[in-house]
């Protein structure tokens, strides 16, 4: 057995060999989850040596760490897993290294790429952000062992989950993050009463508010709906701009030759009928809408729970490389790449045979993980990096008595053209009109 353990560790040297020098151009370059698939390549030798790493690990802990690879005790068909796997690795980047190369940002902004989109990197609203006040308020020894929004005293204050790859990809992983914690924190505000409301992600896309379906800021969705909220507006709902997948300069399926600009119509809409029957679709003026007060940026074991116990969920940036394939349990691991390439949104913690972990929300659709969620170890996949958060001004629903009530067709609330465009057309009618009486000639 050991000299067969020694051969297989043999070919897996001499296949990472293969693949160091078939990938050398490809190693350099970051890759996100959160991307385009067109624009995936797989991992590098020195990413791939990482699993045999988790898997030496792992035997000395006695335990597993993910639920595709086999048991501690048969190390023989372990490596003969890992063999394979490595194998599959080299036919993959020889296909990719020969087919052409498409260069596409990150599906997580970098410092550089936030600041030259206007937004600024891990922002806060406030010189003194009020999320410190938390800590002032919660000691370290209140905070409970395990906690989640999903229950609390029996309630559930969590809304839906999402899937940011249909119709079609789109590497909006940063907008829904944003998005579904936000309507968490609605919910919790409302006290779990009444239809949840869901803000519209295709909303923040067609606005550029923090990215595209090409990648995006983990705070950027909120600076964007604070600066709409401070002039009287807020981000609409899903039931009046749904998910398209499609964001200005998308080029595949149907985003092709569509509009996706930051219009009145692109912001909120209705349609009357069928286009052949005389039918119409129009923006509509008082949409219903959430806005904001004030939003920040953490990072941190203690300041995620602090935040996430006296106020909501929050979004989170995490490391996808180890996760594509997870089913279920606990992820203790390293990912593969080690850097932050997706955005997702943590809902609370637990803790388990003593190992603490975070309850992530995902938007990769409910038939992924353990329906849509995962659990992650604290300290791991760089969950703790990077996050943000927001609290809630106000928001469109029945007990506020906010809602403007519309027809069927959005008809008598349809946005009304603009001044000048009104005076433009007066000017138009009214002086020909007054060219005639000049010249002394006969209006009819």
Known sequence: MRLRLNILSQLTT????????????????????????????????????DSERLLRARDARG?????????PRHRAARYGYFLTRARQSI???????????QDTPTQVWEKHEVEAAGFVWRGNATAKSSHDLLHKKIKDADLPDAFTWGDVDGVNYLTMSRNQHIPQYCGSCWAHG???????RVKIARKAQGI?????????????GGGSCHGGSVDGPYQWLHKLSKEGKGISLETS???????????????????WSCSDINVARTCSTFPSAGGFCAAIADYPQITIDDYGSISGQKAMQKEIYARGPISCGIDASAILEYQSGIAVHKGLLETVDHVISVVGWGKENDQSYWIVRN??????????????????????QQCAWATVKDYTAPERRNQVHCFEDGGNCKVKKAVPELLEKVVGVVEPVLAKKLRGGVVA
């Open 14 to 49: 001499t296949l990472i060999n293969d693949e160091d020098r078939i990938s050398t151009s490809s190693a350099a370059r970051r890759v996100g989850y959160c991307r385009g698939g067109a624009s995936r390549r797989p991992y590098t030798a020195s990413e791939r040596i």
């Open 63 to 71: 335990g597993r760490t993910h639920p595709h690879t086999p048991p």
């Open 91 to 101: 036919q993959r980047t020889r296909r990719r290294e020969s087919a052409p190369r």
């Open 178 to 184: 944003s998005v579904s914690a936000l309507a968490d």
């Open 196 to 208: 949840d409301l869901n803000p519209s992600v295709q909303h923040i896309l067609n606005c550029g």
């Open 241 to 259: 701009n749904p998910y398209l997948a499609c964001s200005s300069e998308s080029k595949d399926g149907i985003c092709k030759g569509q509009d």
């Open 363 to 384: 938007s990769w659709g409910e038939y992924w993980g353990e329906m849509g969620y995962i659990r992650v170890a604290f300290g791991s996949l760089k969950v703790e």
